[in-house]
């Protein structure tokens, strides 16, 4: 075992996995990562499944999910259920072997959704608001984080610790990978009025607060993984333009969104809500990237 410790970590060969699997290997941790295809440090989850948990492994993240944004795909009933079964099934697969471990893992992160808070153009949101069930995403958040609950009793302590994150801002994936070359070719700008907020985290920030859950034992429950200066998608639009020197003034209406991607799924980009991460500030994580202009200057540089 790794002096630090065994982090098993499903959906690791993705976006925010690949960058934590690098901030974890620097720090001396082993890693293990549970993918559909084979390779070098993975197992399957049907292997998973089998054989229960790698021995001594010390933490679990799940980070497993479909891509909600794949432009590729119609957001057809088919495409839902993979959505939901993909973060759903594997949370609460992960939270079964961990509960039937006898040797638990001290720490279990799994990762949800800022689409757990209503879109608001006003309203302000803490991990304490309460989060209701007002459309698939929201439903979505409630049973992916349901689903993380450990059952096993209190003297077998494994702390559970879900981040309900923003939108990750990064070169190698998610929504900067995609808007790049339309906001370097000065086609980029705001989606419809670019009032709506639009709730952010530097991935640099998410690894490490991901890490920081992991290393901080006093850290549990629910925790915000957004930046802590909100903006709008408009501020967004033009610090990212700024950053690459290109202009980033016209808007797309979100009719665009609801005809490409389906009104319903369209929600995530064309409507937004102000979260703050007030537990995750008071459990005294530090933040590299607090505002979005200097998170767009890191992206581009
Ligand atoms: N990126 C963001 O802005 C953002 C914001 C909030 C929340 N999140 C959540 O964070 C998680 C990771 O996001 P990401 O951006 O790193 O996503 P990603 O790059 O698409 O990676 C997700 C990983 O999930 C696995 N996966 C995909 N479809 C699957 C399926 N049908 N069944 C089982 N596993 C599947 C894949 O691993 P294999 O192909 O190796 O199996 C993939 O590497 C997701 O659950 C996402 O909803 C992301």
Redesign the pocket.
Known sequence: MSTAGSVLIG?G?????SALRNVLKSKGYGVTVI???PGPSRISWNELNHKGLPKDTTAVVN??????MDFTRRWTAGFKQ?VYN??VN?TATLAKLISEAVEKPSVFVT?S?VGAYKPDPQKEYTEESPCGEFDFFSKLCKDWEKAAELNCDAKQKCRVVTIR?G??LGRE???IKQLYLPFYLGLGGPIGTGNQYMPWIHIDDLTSLIVYAIENPKVEGVLNGVAPVPCTNKEFSLAFGKALHRPAFIPIPSIVFDILLNKERAIMVTEGQKVIPKNTLSSGFKYKYQNIEVACKSLVA
Not at 63 to 68: E, K, P, R
Request: net charge positive; aromatic share 4%; glycine share 26%.
């Open positions: 959906g060969t993705g976006f925010i996995g993918s559909r295809m980070l497993a999910g479909q891509n909600v993979n993909s973060r594997t990762i959704g994150s939108v990750v994936g998610g929504m």
